[in-house]
């Protein structure tokens, strides 16, 4: 049971390039989240999903797009990366909305936009 | 919406002492709490969490956290820590069926 698993683990970018961020859930859970991590900034929510075909924007949205086209993968998009998206990139899962039984998180992106 | 402040940063502390990370929040009729565990270059694993009941809930590995609900705090402690425990340490509070929010987190260092 591998839980939550993200793709790729690390990766360089140029500024103005794009790129797809994966993630999958073997659980059947209902609920995706994505959020970012900034030293000194804890956790910020970048979008989320309450079922396969729906999407709804975060705390910080902006220079991101997501897609859930299949219950089992979330996916999030940089259309333009910017130096300012330089971060760690973590997917989360859970089978209540909010994660009342607890989020289960995948290992994590790291992303730098040079 | 939730505010959550974690007081302290960063806590050094020496094995086999012990240790509190502090959490405060923003006071609110109902809400959930909960501790996660970041080891590092991993992702955050749930280390415990309180939804009702009694005020102090515990950890498989030492760790326990109570709720007081008059200081609106969830503060987290152990009475001793091994040098495993480094890690970094957030505190989430949800309202209701709201998305929870984390607090800045507390890098826990454990010297031998």
């Known amino acids: 049971n591998a839980g939550v698993t993200q793709t790729p683990k690390f990766r360089v970018l140029k500024t103005g390039q794009s790129m797809t961020l994966l993630c999958a859930q073997d659980?059947?859970?209902?609920?995706m989240y994505w959020y970012r991590q900034d030293p000194g900034m804890g956790l910020r929510l970048i979008h989320y999903s309450v079922g396969e075909g729906t999407t709804a924007k975060g705390e910080v949205p902006d220079g991101y797009n997501v897609s859930r086209l299949k219950k089992q993968n979330f996916l999030l998009g940089l259309e333009s990366a910017a130096p300012s998206q330089t971060s760690v990139y973590f997917c989360?899962?859970?089978?209540?909305?909010?994660?009342?039984?607890?989020?289960?998180f995948g290992s994590g992106t790291r992303l730098t936009v040079v | 919406a939730q505010s959550v402040t974690q007081l302290d940063s960063q806590v050094p502390v020496f094995e086999e002492a012990p240790v509190e990370l502090r959490c405060n929040y923003s006071s609110s009729v109902s809400v959930y709490l909960f501790w996660y565990v970041q080891y590092p270059n991993q992702g955050l694993q749930l280390l415990l969490k309180?939804?009702?009941?009694?005020?102090l809930v515990e950890s498989i590995n030492g760790f326990e956290a109570e709720f007081n609900k008059s200081q609106t705090s969830f503060h987290l402690r152990k009475p001793s820590v091994h040098i495993s425990d480094t890690a970094e340490y957030f505190c989430a509070v949800q309202k209701g069926s709201y998305i929870p929010t984390f607090g800045r987190g507390t890098s826990l260092i454990v010297h031998p």
């Open positions: 309180y939804l009702s009941g009694s005020t």
């Open positions: 989360a899962s859970s089978s209540l909305f909010g994660g009342l039984e607890g989020y289960t």
């Open positions: 659980m059947n859970h209902e609920y």
